[in-house]
Each structure stands twice: as structure tokens, then as C-alpha cells.
């Protein structure tokens, strides 16, 4: 039996994709179940609009939208979706050093905001979605509790290898 | 009788329109009929959308867009739109020192160019406009030689008041 | 009967509580109860120690954290706490222009994401946290629905004022 | 029989042709006739003026003027012709990440503007002006219609090869 | 008898004169003879080409050029004469923080160099055109010692003054 | 016979190392005994709090943190410690050119203050670590001022060579 | 009885004195003894050497400079003294929004450490003068101690009162 | 018979030298004398102290001074001599992308003016220098006046090329 998906990651371009697959890998480390698609907001607008309609009835939870240059796709998604949108700068090959894709992402008027992390860091988005879905899910956030332990462990374990 | 409005302006929020007010200004100066409203890409998608889908059907040749902060109305426009489309970043109070205005509208990807002027610059938003519609109208781009030759008149009385 | 608080706003400086303020106002227009506290991570880092670690404990879903210039208190309490942690960039007296305050937020490192919002949006850092619970809350969500169209009509309002 | 050019592509130096070829090809799709040359404003004023006093009296409807670093040939061009001047910021050997070629075209003073586009994007500034072409034509913005269409088709394939 | 200038000191608008003034005034310390004219790159480049082209020839030995935002003045000077030119970033309304005005004045190619001074800063530009003709007249450049000299006095008093 | 260490140098990952390897290595040149080791503040938040309250009481004369992107190691150990703390920020793979890094170690608030040196400056940090021990220690004062001869004789040979 | 200065104060002009009185004041609050003088890098260049070779001779310990815009005191102390230096970045009317301040101060070559703060942080440059002269004497490094404490009851205070 | 050099040009570092030499380059084809050196700012101060004082008795008219980072020597230099200074930041190895060594040499405070040219521009630099003894060199002026012509007939062959 297949579950729902409860993350939606999406991002404006399939160049964008190496990027965000760490926000997929991440989440399914975490058990639940996303799903991926390409929409882009400047070439296939309608597309974008539906997908924001409908998102939260078909369950998801959380959806993840990564974009660069002039990055509208994650602030214009949550125009539409009553869903909480976490935003992922990405810097693409037309990105000046990733000023543009934070700004348009970040700097959302006020009424709709954008959950932004750091540039490329669709790995802390899948983190952040899950944070999110553990928020009423108390076996997911023992698992979060558990991940941050592990954090913690590779520290100690760099610690010894660099102390001989 | 009133002719048709070549040119739609508008913009994210009122509080825009006392920087957008200088297009309207010129435009009338050069005798080109314009429409103005409030059209929001975050607050109102779906009013934007059918904005961008109608707009050359009824009559517009262009559309000058001004928005600030994560500025999207620009680029969403012309995502939708055949026309060409005119960016004003807007210095609002949510910006960071326009920085973010610039580079959202600025910086879209391949494929949907948007017709960028400097920070604040409705005017100049509007001669753009105008000449646009000037290019395949041989008096309106009459009028436009005419008042390049005004500036250079303009020049020359601040010369003479600064020379005594 | 008072309901025990979903979201704990904290914030490193009374100075920062008229910014702060706004998300505070949301989330009780949201009908969520909230908790207010100034903790400064640089101050009392015990203090910050232990509110990351009791807050989930104590029924929090959602922590807002506010902080300008070298901004740690966002990114330490994500450091400690399993729950979301939305932060707020707070553009006070000594930040320049805020980008200190963004960048200190902003840019964690995998493992801790922070969900960062405008610089001083508190009110989006609200309706964020009130996104995330609702996710997780039909009757909430729905408020959140009629929330995004209250923001049309305020558009269509300033479109007829605009337009005459 | 060869039609007459309507659109005039320059640049400052042979060493911009690599980004600005793109301009060149997109129009040659749109079956728009250019001319392309090497007008220098540093090293070739005279000629720049030149070029700016006689291109609309030789039937060119668009200017694009490409440059970097302290690039001026764009405001420089617009301001001697009535044409709409489209500006290329070129990301040079000797620019600064793109911040000067970009601020050097864009903020332009009032009177005299220039109609950016992103950071090395020749393509869209030959969109661009295709668009000002068809906005008087209307056999070609139907073409542009189609255009767009045709980029949902390009999203709805890398969809289709992302989702498996 | 009234000397020939020495000194051009050129701003692309009368609103820069109250920074410009500075280099005036300096260079009428030194005993420097100056003249002073608005001359537009965007709105008079003709009157800009023909003063390029004689300044040499009228006995000038230096050019001071002001201008904020897209400023091409001094570099569109430094593109015609064989003179040393001086520009003069000036923090204009238009202009976003002075980093415009800068960049679009300092990041000249190859071959065409112009003499960079501070934001706003006409009075080191006097000083600067000073030093340039005291290279060949030995009694300005004692004048010029005998300025340094009376800096240090300055901070001598600044000194006293501090320490009671 | 081992000394006590004086100098702790602390770095948020072991991909820190190969830059602040300089700091330990120029300490061992002027017979400074220095510990290392791998403290993360968001990873490991107790061991830094441990470290921090410790480090002056196991002789420790002054700590050396480095970090990159939100780079809260060295603020916070500063919040904790009564040491001065010297502050590194590290050009990290996840680093938007540095600036992310240097702002969140050099805007402290009032109260809390961090030594900050320039990006990747690690040899210097150990400098200004061996300066401050030496403000007390004239064997090691007189050390620094032959360290500092030693940088005069290099530019010697350096102007030998380049002059033939 | 007189006590020896321990920690010099110098600044670029007196007006930035406002800024730095703030040094003064702290290093008072905590019992030691400083001087105060104007040093101009650009206008007293030999003074400034002067001060440099003889500070350590008269039993400074360590020194605080803070300078603005092109800021070279800082640096340029560095390079003559052993002593650790303190700069002190100084938002002064001629500096772009402390981005020169900052830099010219922060990036120093390798060889040659200043010692940062944030912009303005005069107070800050106090508490590491401190800081630094504790390191080698107990009592006052317990005064350190217990200012941290003092800042804990602020925030304190600041709870109480926002909480009601 | 060998010529007094007229133009000295220093810089920090031999580092430095493969930007600086097309300085050398340039002045040696338009015939003029220089001489090289390495003196730095930070690390030989007495020496810089001495150059400074000495240039202009020893016959030189122009000073090029190249640095990078906190580049104090154009500066510092400058606050010594009476002779005009040209500054070229170079984007060293320790540079944050050639701001900082911009900042640090065109941001000089009122009195003590630098000449900056563009980064890594040391071949603009000589220009500047040969323009400032062209000044009053009529033979020198005309090789100027060639040069420029000579740019042209580049461009020229530049638009052939590329024109087919």
C-alpha cells in the first residue's frame, strides 16, 4: 500500500533538480512520503495556479518549492495554497552569486509569507518539512529528537579524528 | 470620445502609486490614453491572471508593472501576456533599500523578459512605453525627437543660470 | 479556561518587541494562544538553553524567534529544539541595512534549518506558524483560506479607489 | 529579395558576441531581420552618435545595446535616439560579478531610459524586442503566442521525464 | 587681467552643484582658475562631444566631471579628450546608496581611464586636479606641501581640544 | 614536561581544518601551546556551552573560533566565556562569498564582543592570540617585535628581486 | 596616585569621538586606567608612527583605533606596534552605510591582525580591551564574570516587564 | 643615456606584480621612464614613510600604487606626498571579490585624494599617469591623441570581422 504523499517538492526547472534531491532523500529518511514535479511559474502559470489550489486536498502538508534568478514560483505558490511553502534559494547558472534567487524569495509583503532556508539548502527544506509534519506527529519528532543526537555523534567522531 | 487605453499600468498596492502616478503623467503628456489599477500577484492571483490573459485582446500595447520588495507582478505578467512588459521596482517601505525590488523583476529567466527601468523610475517607465508605441507610429516618434530636444533646452538654461 | 500556547514568541531585546509585536497580533487574530518571553541567546544562554529544550515539552508547535545584527537566537534554538523554529530578522539600531541580520538567520548549516521570513515580518512569521498548526487543523485551515480571500477584497477595494 | 532590418544589435567589443549571438538567433526565429556591429562608446563616440542619430531614419524599430563593466553604450544610444533601447548588462572579464554592467544600464536618469534585462540575457532582450515589433503586428504576436505555448510543452516534458 | 581656466568642472545637472562646489572653491584656494558648466551626457551628448573635443585645445589641462546614478559623463569625457579626468560620484536621489554612481564612473575599460575619487567627494577632486598641475610648477607643489602641513595643525588642535 | 595550553582553537567542522590549521601552526612558531578541537554550536550546543564555561578555568588565556555561513560558534562561545574570543569567519562551501560568515561574527550587540579577523585569516588570528599573550609576557612582546622585522627583510628581497 | 594608561583610545578626527567615548566610559566602568588622542593615519602620518613605535614603551597594553570610510588608523598602527589592536569601524558621514569603514579595517594581509568589532562598537572594543588585560589578572577577569552576570538580569528585567 | 623616471609604481606585494605590470607596459610605450618597487604599507612602514617623503624630490611626477584587501598604501602614501596618487585595487588572493580593496583606496576622507582607476586596471592607471604629464607635455599630449585614434581602428576591425 502506497501512503499519500504529504510533501509536495517542486522547482521551476529540471537544472534545478540536483539541488533538490537532497530535500527528497532527506524526507524519505524520514519515512514520509513525497512527491516531485516540475512547475514552473513564469512558463507554466496555469499549471502553477492549479497545482496551488488543489494541494492541500489532496493532502499535502507541506510544500517545498525550489527556484533562482528571479524566484517567484515559491512566493507565488503561497499566494494561492493555505499550506505553509518553504522556499529554496537556488543558485542557478543565471543567478548573480544567489542574491536574486534569497531576495525574491524572502522578501514576501506581508500576508503571505515563504519559510526561506539557506541558498541551495534543499537538504534543511526536507528537514523543515518534516519538523513541521512532527509538530503533530510525536513519533516523527522522536525521530527528529533522534536525528539531532546523530548530529552530535559525527561532531564527536570529527572531534577524535582531528585530536588524534 | 475616448480612445481605447494603449497602455495598462498597474501595480501591487496603493501605496505604490505615488512612485507609478509619474508613467500615468508622461504618457498623458505625450497624448497616450492609459488605464491604472491595483493588481496584486500575491494578493490576488487570479486577477492578475485573467489581466495578463485579456490585456492585449483589448486593445494595450504595453504594460508597465510596478511592485516592490519580492516584486512578482512584473514577471508574472509577462509570463502570461504577449505584450511587452515594463518593470518598475518600487523603493517600498519593505524593501530592503530596493535591492530586492531590482533583482526580482530583473533578473527572469530565459524565455520571459521583463522591460526593467531604474529604482522608482515611472517616468522613465513611460517614455519607454511610449516609445515603444512611437516605433510604428511616425508622429507620436515626432513627438519624441521633439522633447529629447526639450531636455537639451532644459540643460541649457540651468547653464546659463549656473554661468551668471 | 486558558488553552495551553502553541507558538512561544521569544526575541533577544525588549527593543525588538515593537517589531515582535505583529506576530503576536496574527496569531491571536488566528484564535492561537500565544507565549512571550525575551531570551537572548548572547546575554542568557543558559536561559536560551532551556527554553529550546523544554519547549516541546510544555505543548509548543511552533517557535517565532526575532534578532538583528549577529542573530544567533534563531539558529540556537533550532540547534535544540525538535519543533519548527520560524525566525524573524530584525533590522534594529545597530544591523546594517539588515543584511546582517538576514545572513546570520538565513544561512544555517545543514542538519538546522531555520524558517526565515522579510526582515521585521514578524506579521508573516505569525501567519506562517499559524499555517504550519493548520496543517494539521481543518477548522484552522479554513480561517486561513478565508484570511487569503479577506486579502483580495482589500485589493478590490483599493482598485475602486484607485480607478475612481 | 532581403527585407530591411528592424532590429539594430550592438556591443562594445568583439569579446561580447559570444552572449549577445543569442539575440541574434532568437530574432532570426521570430523571422526578424538584424544588424549586428561593433559601436564602441569609449573607444568610438563619434560613431556611436552616429549610429544613434541615423537608426530609426534607416527603418530600425529596436536598438540592443550590450556592454559591461562601466557600460554606457546602452544609456548613451537611447539617448540620442527616439527608438526603445534595450540594455544588456554583459557579466565581462572586467566587471565586477555583474554589478557594474548592471547599474550602469538600469538607473538611468529621468527622461532617458533604458530597457534592461537580466544579467547576460540576449535571448530575452530578442524577445523583448520581438515583442515591441509585435505589439504593432499582429501576425507576429501571434507567433509570440505561440512561443509560449511552446515553453509549457518544454515544462511538461522534463515534468514528465522527472516523475518517471 | 583674467587668467585662462585651468580647470573644467563639468556636472550632468544644476541639483549636483551644491556637492561640485567643493572642487570650485578648493581650487580658487590653491589659485587654480576654474570654469563651470551643466553638460548632460543623456540630454545634450552633442554639447558633451563638442566639450570633450576643444577642452585641450581652450588651455584646460584638467576635467572635473560629477554625476550620480548611471553616471556616464566622466567616462564619456575621459572617451574624447586626451586630458586626465576626474570623476566625482555623487550620491544623487536616484541613485541607490552612491554604489551606482560609483561603479558606473570607476569600472572603466582599457584604454580610457578615469580618476576616481570618493562618493561625493569634490573637494579631494580639486585637490587631486591641483596636484596633477603642480606636478609641472614647482610653487603649487609648495602650496600643495604647505596644505598637508596645515592638515596636521588641524589635528593638533582636534588633539588639544580632546585631551583638555 | 607538556605545558598547559593558552591558546583553545575551535572550529564548527573538520572542513574548517585546512584553514584554521594556519592559526595553529604560526602559535607553534612563537612556542605558544595550543589545544584543538571540533565544537558545534548547533550540533553539539552543550559541549559548546561546556567548553565555553570552562575554558578560563583550565588556563586557557585566550579562544580562537572559527565558522562559516550563520556563524554562531564564536558569538556564542564569546556569550559564555570571560575570554576574549578571536572570531574567524570561514569561506565554507555553503558561504555566499564570505559575507554571510563575516556579519555573524563581527555584528555582535553591546556587551558581547568577538575579535574579529579578515575571511580565512586564521594565521592572523593566531597573531593577535600571540599578541595578547604578549601584552603580559615581554620574552614573547620581544618576540613579536622580531616577528614583525622579519616581514620587513621578506619585502626586501621581494623589491631585490623585482628590481634586478 | 596616578595609574599608568593600560589602554590607549585614538580616532581619525573628533568626530568620531561621540562613537568612541563609549571605549572611554566601559574600560572607566571597569577600573582602568586610558588615554585619549586624535591620530590622523592621512593627515598626521609621523605622529601616527610615532605613537605606534612608542606605545608599548609606555606601558600600554593594548590599543583602540577607530577610524571611517577609507579607514587606514586601524591597520596602520597594527603594523608598527606589538601590541593588539582594536579597530573600531566608524559609520561617519562620508562612509557608504560602514561597508568601507568595515572592510579598510577587517581585511588586513596576513602578518598584521586587527582585532574588529561591529560597526560603531566602540563599547565592545572596551569590554576586549578588558578582556585582553584579564587575561592575565584574576581580579579583573572576575569583574568580567560578573558584568556577564549584570547582562542576565537585564534580560531578567526585560522579561518580567514584557511578560506583565 | 638613461631618463630620471617620471612615474613610480609601488605595490604591496610581488603578488601583485603580474596585474601591475601592464602599468610598466603601457608608460614604456608612450616613452616614459618608471621605476618599480615593492613597499608595503603593513609590513615596511618606515620604508613607505621614506617613498612617500622622498618622490617627488627624486624627480618623479605620478606615483601608481597597487594593493589589495585593506589596501592602505595608495592611501597611506597619498597622506605623504605632494604628488598625485593613483590607487589600483587589485583583487588579490585575500580579496572578498575586490570590494574591499576598492572601498579601502577610493573611500579616502577629505584632503588626502587617491586617483582610483578600475580593478585590476594597472593598464588604465599608466594611461592616467602619461595623461597627467601630457598635461603639460604637448608632444606627450599628441602620442595621447594617436592613441585614442588607435582605438578606434580596433573597433573597426572588430566590426569588420564580425560583420563578415
Given at each position: 500500500m502506497?501512503?499519500?504523499?504529504?510533501?509536495?517538492?517542486?522547482?521551476?526547472?529540471?537544472?534545478?533538480?540536483?539541488?533538490?534531491?537532497?530535500a527528497?532523500?532527506?524526507?524519505?529518511?524520514?519515512?514520509?512520503?513525497?512527491?516531485?514535479?516540475?512547475?514552473?511559474?513564469?512558463r507554466?502559470?496555469?499549471?502553477?495556479?492549479?497545482?496551488?489550489?488543489?494541494?492541500?486536498?489532496?493532502?499535502?502538508?507541506?510544500?517545498?518549492?525550489?527556484?533562482g534568478?528571479?524566484?517567484?514560483?515559491?512566493?507565488?505558490?503561497?499566494?494561492?495554497?493555505?499550506?505553509p511553502?518553504?522556499?529554496?534559494?537556488?543558485?542557478?547558472?543565471?543567478?548573480?552569486?544567489?542574491?536574486?534567487?534569497?531576495?525574491?524569495?524572502?522578501?514576501?509583503?506581508?500576508?503571505?509569507?515563504?519559510?526561506?532556508?539557506?541558498?541551495?539548502?534543499?537538504?534543511?527544506?526536507?528537514?523543515?518539512?518534516?519538523?513541521?509534519?512532527?509538530?503533530?506527529?510525536?513519533?516523527?519528532?522522536?525521530?527528529m529528537?533522534?536525528?539531532?543526537?546523530?548530529?552530535?555523534?559525527?561532531?564527536?567522531?570529527?572531534?577524535?579524528?582531528?585530536?588524534?
Amino acid at each position: 500500500m502506497v501512503n499519500t504523499p504529504l510533501v509536495g517538492i517542486i522547482m521551476g526547472s529540471k537544472s534545478d533538480f540536483p539541488v533538490m534531491k537532497d530535500a527528497v532523500d532527506i524526507l524519505k529518511d524520514f519515512g514520509i512520503e513525497v512527491e516531485v514535479d516540475i512547475v514552473s511559474a513564469h512558463r507554466t502559470p496555469e499549471k502553477m495556479m492549479n497545482y496551488g489550489r488543489e494541494a492541500h486536498k489532496r493532502g499535502l502538508k507541506v510544500i517545498i518549492a525550489g527556484a533562482g534568478g528571479a524566484a517567484h514560483l515559491p512566493g507565488m505558490i503561497a499566494s494561492i495554497t493555505p499550506l505553509p511553502v518553504i522556499g529554496v534559494p537556488v543558485k542557478s547558472s543565471n543567478s548573480i552569486d544567489g542574491w536574486d534567487s534569497i531576495l525574491s524569495i524572502l522578501q514576501m509583503p506581508n500576508g503571505v509569507p515563504v519559510a526561506t532556508v539557506a541558498l541551495n539548502a534543499a537538504k534543511n527544506a526536507g528537514i523543515l518539512a518534516a519538523q513541521i509534519i512532527a509538530s503533530s506527529d510525536q513519533a516523527l519528532q522522536q525521530k527528529m529528537i533522534d536525528y539531532k543526537e546523530s548530529l552530535k555523534e559525527k561532531v564527536a567522531e570529527m572531534s577524535r579524528s582531528i585530536r588524534g
